[in-house]
């Protein structure tokens, strides 16, 4: 597997980071996690955009421009050995003595990417759909920037897989937020109900695009703040990321949501997610990738 570390590509046996790098002592860095189908990748200028937001956020500098940015993602792409991948980009605020505050002067930030297969949920996962649980979101109060200290989404979503789920809903004063590692929609009487995108949840690429296609296809929906009792009293859940796209939620804390089976607003989003997808890669392939503004 051929990584990106630094400006070199290089097997993944042959990359290596100082242990004093910030983002191993601190976990100071942010991250992007981008779907790649048929070797393009997919909303990339939207992806790069959001990487600039969680730099701000950090107040890290952009090592590269969108361009630099565009040239490096598809020299890894070619690389990689599948189709469909995702990749994953990494900066961090480098290497240096350990001390709370930034280094002075700056440092060179560490930029690491990779890619994996892209692995959708196979069929038998999207009919039958997937469980979840639902916990009290006690993340901090940024969770707009995609910070690599993953600890309290690692511990949450743990709690899923203990509970032989897949997915945790978090609740945070009454509310629902998103999930561990996924943005969630309720859906009832027909309509789609999102949380606004706020410092309280990550702003999805796909959740983006799910409400696109609502909009396009006059799918009733409302972008509001959604109670935790309109996500137990809901017809379906679903919920969307780049790797899982969009995917059915059937038991919450081990009841079934509505009929406990994947609805008909699923069914209708998950078909034209899929054709929006190709739609969207057509489109790249005729005017040679659309690049990055
Ligand atoms: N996670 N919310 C959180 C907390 C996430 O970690 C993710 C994605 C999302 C969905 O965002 P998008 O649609 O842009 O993938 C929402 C990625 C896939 C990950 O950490 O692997």
Redesign the pocket.
Known sequence: MIVYLNGQFMPIEEARIPVLDRGFIFGDGV?E?IPVYSRRPFRLAE?LR?LQHSLDGIRLQNPHSGQEWERLVNELIRSGEAEDQYLYLHITRGAAKRDHAFPKPPVPPTVFMMSNPLLTPPAELLASGVGAVSAADNRWLR?DI?AIA?LP?VLLRQMAVDAGCAETILIRDGFMT??????IFVAKNGKLLAPPKDNF??P????DVVLEIAQANNILHEVRKVAASEVFGADELLL????KEVLAITTLDDKPVGSGKPGAMFARLHGLYQNFKRDVMRKDAASAGGGVA
């Open positions: 991250y996690v992806h959001r969770c995609k993953l989404n998103e999930g561990a590692a996924s943005n949840m990550l999805g690429i796909t959740y969307t990321s780049s790797t």
